[in-house]
């Protein structure tokens, strides 16, 4: 044991709950791709060899979930082991509450580096204080993405042979633009899209260059891990590969159905890690804090900070085949269009929506909207309003997409696309009010105000820091 882990376990009351093994911790993210795209989740389209790799060699998460489908609320959930409402970032462009404690905080005194490469995109910079690790890019818009460089994450890894790693990897891959990668290769018209998507040429050849950026991304995954085996120390990491949200199609990112909220995870650690197995453990964004904070041999519990999420540890290693009973989501929609906050809950098989302004109509920006001063990087949409008049199919996803009523209620289990709505059906009633009641508790202990949480002087005061809810301790 080194002298900092030694100075570490007094500090968290004695040697006897810290392991001398701590192991290096490799967080590898992808932007915005939709899980079940994945080959590993079903997928029929995209080709990931390294990915399938990966999960051959590890432990495949079939029910993981974060909480806000939007980039800088769950990475900011990732990093801090707490829901949005309680690090404060429960809005995209936002900011964590200043005192907010992160991996940085957790784990440097148990002996870690703790670095972040490509995208950050949390703040302020006080609650997250990684180390700058480069050679990734940082902008997730720029087209292209800028060429990537190995150099200073083979440095960061093979640095210290004594002290461990913690390194997040942040691609910015597939997000859109969508101009990365070989999309010859994606011929559109035989493509099989997915139930949410609908059938336009246009959606086709976009749905076609996102998959190129999922094959491009799954190729920087591919030279990661070489680069770690490379080290020397492949056996002693654990990876955890995540896919974030969902991708920037409609029904995926910036809202709560399971095709948004649901993130691919898959993690290795040789020797401690089943390979090539699978779980239905329900685990969320927030528990990966607590559970790098017991593997590094510290105590969740004398984290300094309230976290959210509880350790999986004992899924990693095979003891336990359950975590979580469900997994929640919020969504707050300023400042990426008018209000429409949504809340939700699963318990991995059914999941129950509550929409808290039905009334309204749900206006993305980005996905529906062109102001006229830059490129139109998701032309797909106008193409399904234009056809939605002649196509009942396509009409039912734009008015799904903007229209929805006050609760909804899936199967999901076997309705992946959640095109069923059981909310009215008396069948359901029972499942509906046990996952609504859940729902209650829920925001009720994250001091969830709902509506008010989707304003304009929320968001401002977020992005301030400022506390306008305050979570139950």
Not at 86 to 110: D, Q, V
Request: overall charge negative.
């Amino acid at each position: 044991m080194n002298l900092r882990l030694l100075i570490a376990s007094l500090l968290l009351g004695g040697s006897a709950t810290v392991i001398s093994a701590q192991p290096n911790l490799l967080i590898i993210m992808a932007d915005d791709c939709t899980f079940s795209d994945l080959p590993v989740y079903g997928g029929e389209n995209a080709k990931t060899p390294n990915i399938d790799r990966l999960a051959a060699e590890g432990l495949v998460f079939n029910k993981a979930y974060l909480t806000e489908a939007m980039c800088q609320p769950c990475r900011a959930e990732l990093y801090t082991g707490q829901y949005p409402m309680r690090n404060g970032c429960a809005w995209n462009h936002s900011a964590s509450h200043p005192e907010t404690k992160s991996l940085p905080h957790h784990l440097e005194p148990l002996g870690y580096r703790v670095g972040i490469a490509g995208k950050v995109h949390v703040k302020p910079d006080p609650a997250f204080p990684f180390e700058d690790v480069g050679g990734f890019d940082k902008s997730c818009v720029r087209a292209p993405t800028q060429a990537h460089d190995m150099e200073a994450v083979k440095e960061f890894i093979s640095r210290d042979a004594e002290n461990p790693f913690c390194l997040t990897i942040a691609l910015v891959d597939p997000h859109v633009p969508w101009v990365m990668g070989d999309a010859s290769q994606y011929k559109p018209k035989k493509l099989k899209l997915p139930p949410h998507l609908a059938d336009t040429a246009m959606t086709r050849e976009d749905f076609s260059r996102y998959l190129a950026e999922i094959t491009y991304m799954d190729g920087q995954v591919g030279e990661i891990l070489a680069a770690l085996e490379a080290s020397g120390k492949a056996e002693d990491t654990l990876v955890l590969f995540t896919s974030e949200q969902g991708s920037q199609f409609p029904g995926c990112k910036w809202t709560q159905w399971d095709v948004g909220v649901h993130t691919a995870m898959i993690a290795r650690w040789p020797g401690n890690v089943a390979t090539d197995e699978r779980t239905d453990a329900i685990v969320q964004y927030c528990d990966v804090v607590p559970t790098f904070i017991e593997l590094a041999g510290g105590d969740p519990a004398k984290a300094g900070a309230k976290l959210d999420g509880k350790s999986f540890s004992k899924v990693l290693r095979g003891e336990s085949a359950s975590h979580r009973d469900f997994a929640f989501g919020c969504h707050n929609n300023i400042p990426e269009g008018p209000a429409y906050p949504v809340r939700t809950v699963t318990n991995g098989e059914y999941r129950y929506i509550r929409n808290l302004l039905p009334d309204e109509i749900y206006i993305e920006k980005h996905l529906m909207g062109y102001d006229g001063t830059k490129p139109l990087t998701n032309a797909y949409w106008a193409t399904w309003v234009a056809t939605a008049w002649e196509n009942p199919a396509t009409y039912n996803l734009v008015k799904r997409y903007t229209h929805r009523p006050a609760e909804e209620l899936y199967h999901t289990a076997y309705d992946p696309g959640e095109m069923t709505n059981l909310a009215t059906d008396p069948k359901y009633a029972e499942m509906k009010a046990t996952l609504s009641g859940e729902l209650d508790r829920w925001l009720a202990e994250q001091g969830d105000p709902g509506i008010p949480q989707d304003t304009h002087e929320a968001h401002q005061a977020a992005k301030k820091g400022e506390h306008l809810y305050t979570p139950q301790d």
